[in-house]
């Protein structure tokens, strides 16, 4: 055995940050099973703790490599996970089961009954003499240490969230080692985002799993595989996507011409109530011949945060298979206290002006999608008079501090997540939507200093008329003065075409190029998803083959029941990996559709909006033309 | 010094020639033409070549060119105004000083930012601020030239014999800058005189001619400095929003190059566009400066000048009054009234000279000011018409070509 127990496995640590998040989510990504060990003194407990746990859920060997290495360890944390609880909200915690499939594989019992995770803690400072001793003792009989069980709830507070909601775990403590639950070493870290829920729960036989399986937690509702990738939504809509599946394809292809008859126009915007409670509400109106809504025109009142609540739902079922749902309108603080404030000045007014447009393009974007159109939560938008007030999308909230979060740590993921990619097809994609992006950007910064200048131009060009009246009134020669109060007309309203083109810069040209910007970022973050993807399936992969492995060494110790689980446990992990495997394809194929889509729409939404944009640009110059036709003749009859 | 002047012999012909005597209407006489023929720019010096016709006896030829610098032209406006006898005249105002700082300044960033952008921006970067500094240069000539051909066409300082000596003497006048000195005794100088000037404008003309004329010149020569300011600004940011043309027209060129869609042409197409309606614009954006902003300033020195010819007839108004009253007291006293006479009928003399002259020079001058704005309003007006016809016939072009496309 301890030859086993020493043979030294090398990880490698790929970032701080990772580590650190090691509780929360997904971060156990960033840990691949090549390369170097970067574990080391300097990393304090937490850290540790946190990579420990993450090596006890890979392989019960690397946990004791670790202690061999002779590291200060205060406390090692197994987390392990009841075979087949396949719950796909929590990706990481799926890879969380090879622990306990280790332990138990070791310690030579089949079915430890227990559900969720078990964390075994050794809260003191065992030192590496007694840390293998109490490993070799859980190898030898886990069964029959005595326990108490420790749950604690840790819930993301944000439902909007596309990441996993919550992050269930049971401690079992090793009470002979000092029962401490690991909730209290979390807690002077984490104690903000998990402080939603501890409770504490005796567990001392497997006859209470009944019990912890009901826990009323969305992230430990257990789901069928099949359903891995399937829109990740609450249980009430759970149906809604299931239908679709069938249909999605049918409905795709009715949708080739995307021709909807569906028209949507946001107008009225009006301001509600006083003070910093104060927001617009905005008239959405609805016509349309589709069948599927009751009435062919309809309009209903709606918020700011009901579009962005809009969003978020529809990017929390639509994004993480693929679609490429529109991105709302940002938020501005500046802009909207300036509102609430309630200054009527024109910066106001402007504001107001802009995020309705910006809100009627969003929603016709969304509209246009064939598989968004069906979508109940966007039919409630449209029709329902009465809509749940959407949480959490305020900017400076907790929730939104908490998005933040997730949105850095899974930037961090994503650098961690080395894809060999195989398919050239995404290659040159993904190249051509970053070049596309910057040059996007670029032409957005040119567009922006026009209109800029343009209103600087404007306001010049006023000033300059009325001097121009000034100087034709001292004027002393009469003809010579009223031709320059004609001229100061003149550059009066070409002041008014300068502004009139300055609004057409703006809401046509550089309001499409922003719109745009937003929607390759969707389009990039449906490439991540599908990057997600590919490394969930890699993993599941990899744990096959050591699978495998244990079955070849049992093969070679001949211990018959043993390779009977082995085999088992094969059978499970090969339906895995092929089940990630149709998930990759099916994303893979969703997202080939869904960027032909948007490049079709992008190519016809960039010539439209350019050609009219030159068009204002034709009627400027034809209003130029008059107004300098009109003033000729008067400056001709200066004599 | 600048590659933007390599093509330097011809960047005085065509159009450009018409750059000449915009801003005043000269009867052309054949007696005397003076133009400037040609010009280089050496570092920080400008050199003009003068050129001369005429038939007048007093030059030893009949054609003549000598090379000036713009001290040397200052020498000969500063000499006017300090001869006693032209008093009574408006003096042609100076041209101002060449400045090619900024244009430079912006040059040397281009070099020094070279690096960070593509090469096509960067040739199109230095050919925008090539064509600026030639802009600026032919400007400053045109300038130049004005004031001689102002002189020229003056009845009286067309005989003026520093004029002659400027315009023959075919080697360095070895003017030389003001010093430190003479710039502060030039400054003091004009502290004395708008202190003068409040005295002086205090006192209540005699001539309703002039106490109208007074009256216009003040206020006038405020407006026209707004006027000028404004259309000033106005130009400017005209020139920035065609810049931005050209910033989006080369955008657009690398997204048209780079798009793997079908759109790519049409970006081409419009990034064409745009590259040609920037052309225009910063046509435009010239012309309103040369035939608006520079007409305005232009007049804004020149009712100065107006402005400095009545202060001068104010001045010597002044002094005859004051001569009298000299007068009257040494006729009370009995003394020194032979004297008195003389200064009093010198200082009459003098009053009535300027004052003979000062009426016809300033309505020679509202002729003129008529005569050039109409003639340069009229030109606005008509260039605005052709570029923006110009304009509307390229957008108009490119939507057919755009439309038949899709």
Redesign the interface.
């Known amino acids: 055995m301890s030859n086993d127990l020493r043979r030294c496995f090398s990880w490698e640590r790929r970032d701080t940050l990772c580590e650190r998040k090691s509780f929360t989510n997904q971060s156990k990504q960033g840990f691949r099973h090549h390369g170097v060990i970067t574990l080391c003194r300097k990393h304090r407990p937490l850290d540790l703790l946190g990579n420990l746990q993450y090596l006890a859920t890979l392989d019960m060997e690397s946990v004791v490599a670790a202690v061999d290495c002779s590291w200060p360890v205060p406390s090692i944390c197994m987390v392990s996970r009841e075979k087949g609880d396949d719950n796909p909200a929590n990706a990481h915690h799926c890879r969380c089961r090879g622990s306990q499939e280790t332990t138990a594989s070791l310690s030579g019992s089949r079915n430890l009954g227990f559900h969720g995770e078990w964390t075994l803690v050794f809260d003191e400072e065992p030192g590496v003499q007694k840390a293998l001793e109490v490993l070799a003792a859980c190898r030898a009989d886990l069964h029959s240490l005595p326990v108490s069980a420790h749950l604690g709830l840790f819930s993301q507070s944000s439902p909007s969230s596309p990441e996993p909601a919550s992050l269930p775990a049971e401690d079992v403590t090793a009470n002979s080692n000092g029962p401490k639950p690991a909730e209290v070493v979390l807690e002077d870290d984490r104690e903000d985002l998990f402080a939603e829920a501890t409770e504490e729960v005796s567990l001392d036989s497997p006859e209470r799993e009944p019990v912890l399986s009901s826990e009323p937690s969305p992230a430990v509702t257990p789901v069928t595989p099949t359903a891995l990738i399937a829109p990740r939504i609450e249980s009430k809509s759970m149906s809604a996507p299931v239908i679709f599946d069938r249909s999605r394809e049918e409905i795709e292809e009715e949708a080739n011409g995307d021709i909807f008859d569906i028209e949507i126009g946001v107008s009225d915007p009006e301001k509600v109530g006083d003070g910093m409670n104060a927001y617009m509400a905005y008239r959405v109106t609805t016509k349309t011949s589709l069948s599927m809504f009751s009435k062919s025109e309809f309009s209903v009142k709606r918020r700011f945060s009901d579009f962005l609540g809009l969003h978020s739902k529809l990017a929390s079922k639509y994004l993480h298979v693929g679609y490429i749902v529109p991105p709302a309108p940002e938020k501005s603080i500046v802009g909207m206290t300036k509102v609430k404030v309630g200054k009527e000045d024109s910066s106001s007014t402007e504001f107001v002006e802009k995020r309705r447009a910006a809100l009627e393009r969003y929603l016709q974007r969304t509209v246009k999608h064939p598989t968004l159109l069906q979508d109940p939560d966007l039919r409630q938008f449209l029709e329902s008079s009465e809509l749940p007030r959407a949480v959490n999308t305020q900017a400076l909230s907790g929730a939104g501090i908490l998005r933040m979060v997730t949105k850095a740590a899974d930037a961090v993921n994503k650098m961690t997540i080395k894809m060999n990619e195989s398919d050239a097809w995404f290659e040159e994609k993904q190249q051509q939507f970053e070049n596309l992006d910057q040059q996007l950007r670029k032409l957005h910064a040119s567009v922006e200093a026009l209109v800029c200048h343009r209103k600087e131009l404007s306001a010049n060009t006023a000033a300059f008329a009325k001097s121009a009246a000034m100087l034709g009134n001292s004027e002393d020669h009469t003809a010579l003065s009223r031709a320059l109060s004609q001229l100061a007309e003149v550059e009066e309203k070409i002041d008014q075409l300068h502004q009139e083109q300055a609004f057409a810069d703006f809401y046509m040209f550089s309001e499409l190029l922003s719109d745009y910007i937003r929607l390759i970022a969707a389009v990039k973050g449906v490439f991540d998803h599908r990057m997600k993807c590919w490394q969930k399936w890699e993993d599941a992969q990899i744990t096959l083959l050591k699978k495998r492995e244990t079955e070849a060494k049992m093969m070679v110790a001949n211990k018959p029941d043993k390779i009977q689980q082995a085999k088992n446990e094969i059978r499970e992990w090969e339906a895995k990996v092929q089940q990630g495997e149709r998930d990759f394809e099916q994303i893979s194929k969703t997202i080939r559709k869904e960027v032909g889509r948007f490049e079709k729409e992008r190519v016809k939404d960039f010539k439209t909006v350019i050609i009219k944009y030159l068009e204002s640009l034709v009627q400027t110059q034809q209003q130029l033309i008059k107004y300098w036709e009109a003033f000729l003749p008067e400056a001709k009859a200066i004599a | 010094m600048m590659e933007g002047l390599d093509d330097g012999p011809d960047f005085l012909s065509e159009e450009d020639r018409g750059l000449k005597a915009i801003n005043v209407d000269l009867q052309s006489d054949a007696a005397l033409q003076v133009d400037i023929s040609d010009a280089l720019s050496e570092r920080d010096k400008v050199k003009f070549t003068v050129h001369t016709k005429s038939s007048l006896p007093n030059f030893k030829q009949n054609e003549f060119s000598v090379v000036r610098q713009h001290e040397e032209f200052i020498w000969l406006h500063d000499s006017f105004v300090e001869n006693e006898d032209y008093a009574g005249y408006i003096i042609p105002p100076a041209p101002p000083r060449p400045d090619f700082d900024a244009s430079r300044e912006k040059l040397q960033k281009l070099g020094e930012g070279e690096g960070s952008m593509t090469k096509e921006e960067f040739t199109k970067m230095k050919q925008e601020l090539e064509a600026e500094y030639l802009a600026i240069f032919k400007k400053t000539v045109a300038m130049h030239e004005v004031f001689l051909c102002r002189v020229a066409a003056h009845p009286i300082l067309r005989k003026d014999l520093n004029f002659h000596v400027f315009l023959e003497y075919n080697q360095d006048l070895s003017v030389r800058g003001k010093n430190k000195k003479e710039k502060l005794e030039d400054f003091f100088k004009n502290m004395v005189k708008s202190a003068d000037g409040v005295i002086v404008s205090g006192v209540k003309d005699v001539d309703d001619f002039f106490e109208h004329e007074r009256t216009?010149l003040l206020?006038?020569h405020n407006?026209?400095k707004?006027?000028s300011?404004?259309?000033d600004?106005?130009t400017?940011?005209?020139k920035?929003?065609a810049?931005?043309?050209n910033?989006?027209g080369s955008?657009?060129y690398?997204?048209g190059t780079?798009?793997?869609?079908?759109?790519c042409k049409?970006?081409l197409k419009?990034s064409e566009?745009f590259d040609k309606?920037r052309k225009i614009e910063a046509r435009v954006s010239a012309d309103e400066d040369l035939k608006l902003s520079d007409l305005l300033k232009y007049y804004l020195r020149e009712s100065q000048a107006a402005k400095d010819l009545l202060y001068r007839r104010s001045r010597s108004l002044v002094d005859y009054e004051n001569a009298n009253k000299a007068l009257d007291k040494a006729r009370a006293k009995n003394k020194d009234v032979l004297q008195a006479e003389t200064s009093q009928q010198l200082c009459c003399q003098k009053f009535e000279k300027i004052s003979e002259s000062a009426k016809q020079e300033l309505i020679d001058f509202?002729t003129r000011?008529?005569a050039a704005?109409?003639k340069n309003?009229?030109e606005?007006?008509?260039l605005?018409?052709k570029h923006?016809?110009g304009?509307?016939q390229l957008?108009?072009n490119?939507?057919a070509v755009?439309?038949g496309d899709?």
């Open positions: 216009f206020e006038y407006r026209v707004d006027a300011a404004k259309s600004k106005m400017r940011s005209h920035s929003a810049d931005d043309y910033r989006i955008s657009l690398a997204l780079q798009d793997s869609t079908d759109i049409f970006f419009v566009l309606t509202k000011r008529v704005f109409r309003l009229v606005l007006a008509e605005e018409l923006a016809k304009n509307l957008l108009q490119c939507l755009l439309n899709t």
